[in-house]
């Protein structure tokens, strides 16, 4: 969120400064909002004030909205304490936590079936979001060395994706000035058509995105069929287009509930995958993962090596300094659930949202648009003959604490 400079001399005394939610006597004293004070006062003190403001915020295990993990066991919470104070950067400085790390990108490339004769690559992000932007970048940078080598102009560079993508590839189109070519839903559809995919294709188009588990409707998208369209493109014009595949919800869900779904390495078209550690990974946030299927597949370019901190290092990343505590709270789950335990929270998860999806069906006023059986997120309207509107069905779960979206479809499906 971007936020703008407060203007005090527009602030009365009340709104200038934190009046405590419960007296104390250390707070005798006003203290300012908007400006450092000018004195210390004890942590106590400034623990309380804090915490006291927060009480004002949702409950986060209340939040049905963002799909992001609110909870870890204890023995997780100490690792990631023990671990706040490392830089994730300084891998010359802390080679454990870099091996920690390249042991869960080894994990992940082989929950997604990358080839046994390929060098995959990947690295940890702050999330999804980042992830998506590292993706789209190996993404344009190797279309345009193709378009380089054909003496082609590289000044028009395009990406394919449903008008259903979460916003992070809004913005890296239009951060890297890239035009967005998108598939809109109709009738039923709320997700890509891959036959409409591949005519939005052209010379031009540096990759077709795929979802893993919609943000609107918790759908996943049919990677294979978009793949066989690319392949009959590639026949009849040859333009060969890839794939990244945005699995920030699915990546952690299909290999365990969903494993003869051809969605990942598998297809060849598939270049590069993403998830949310913070998601379905079960971690706090926040923390992200992208894997590129072949080293190739990661330009060189993209590639810093740095120094300056001991040791030379290499970093492919938007961010720079971060803790490596949700680095190593991916790991002790790898390590504490393993295949069997993963799975068998990600089916109580899906098992959950059948039986809720199934409850509010028979509720009368509601139809199911989804429900619930790809990623553990489904969405429901209402039928016409309404005296109500689920703007306000939203507000008065929000009465009882209960955080639950109400939000328009993609555009042409409002």
């Known amino acids: 969120m971007v936020h703008a400079k407060v203007k005090l001399e527009d602030l009365n005394d009340a709104q200038k400064t934190i009046i405590p939610i419960y007296a104390r006597h250390a707070l005798k004293k006003s203290v300012p909002k908007y400006e450092i004070p000018k004195e210390s006062m004890l942590p106590r003190t400034a623990y309380d004030l804090i915490h006291d403001e927060l009480i004002l915020d949702g409950n986060s295990r209340f939040n049905l909205a963002t799909f992001v993990s609110t909870w870890m066991e204890p023995e997780a919470k100490q690792l990631m304490m023990d671990t706040l104070d490392k830089n994730m950067i300084d891998k010359d400085e802390y080679p454990q936590t870099a091996e920690i790390e390249n042991r869960c990108v080894n994990i992940i490339s082989r929950l997604w079936n990358s080839e046994k004769d390929k060098e995959a690559m990947g690295c940890s992000t702050i999330g999804s979001s980042e992830a998506c932007m590292l993706g789209g970048m190996a993404l344009k940078w190797k279309w345009r060395e193709k378009m380089k080598k054909l003496s082609k102009p590289t000044d028009k560079p395009n990406l394919v994706m449903g008008m259903n993508v979460q916003v992070c590839w809004e913005k890296f189109c239009r951060y890297w000035d890239i035009e967005p070519r998108f598939v809109y839903c109709e009738d039923n559809r709320f997700i890509i058509d891959p036959k409409k995919a591949a005519e939005l294709s052209d010379e031009n188009t540096i990759g077709v995105v795929c979802i893993m588990g919609s943000t609107f409707d918790g759908s996943y998208e049919p990677v294979e069929k978009v793949s066989d369209e690319l392949d009959k493109l590639e026949k009849e014009k040859g333009i060969d287009i890839p794939i990244h595949v ?101 089916q109580a998860c899906r098992d959950t949202a059948l039986y809720l999806s199934s409850a509010i069906e028979k509720m009368g006023p509601f139809k199911l648009i989804t429900k619930g059986d790809d990623i553990p997120v489904f969405a429901w309207t209402l039928k016409e003959q309404t005296n109500f509107t689920l703007f306000d069905m939203a507000d008065k779960l929000r009465e009882r604490g209960w955080l639950v979206p109400a939000y328009k479809m993609p555009k042409n499906r409002e």
């Open 246 to 346: 945005d699995g920030a919800s699915g990546g952690f869900i299909a290999p365990f509930l969903d494993p003869k779904l051809k969605w990942d390495f598998r297809l060849d078209r598939v270049k590069s995958i993403n998830t949310s550690g913070h998601k379905y990974g079960l971690v706090y946030p926040g923390v992200g993962w992208v894997i590129w299927r072949d080293k190739d597949e990661l330009p060189e370019d993209l590639i810093f090596y740095v120094d300056y901190l001991g040791g030379k290092m290499a970093t492919f990343a938007i961010n720079f300094s971060r803790p490596g505590s949700q680095i190593c709270a991916q790991y002790y789950n790898f390590l504490r659930l393993g295949f069997e335990g993963y799975k068998e929270i990600q």
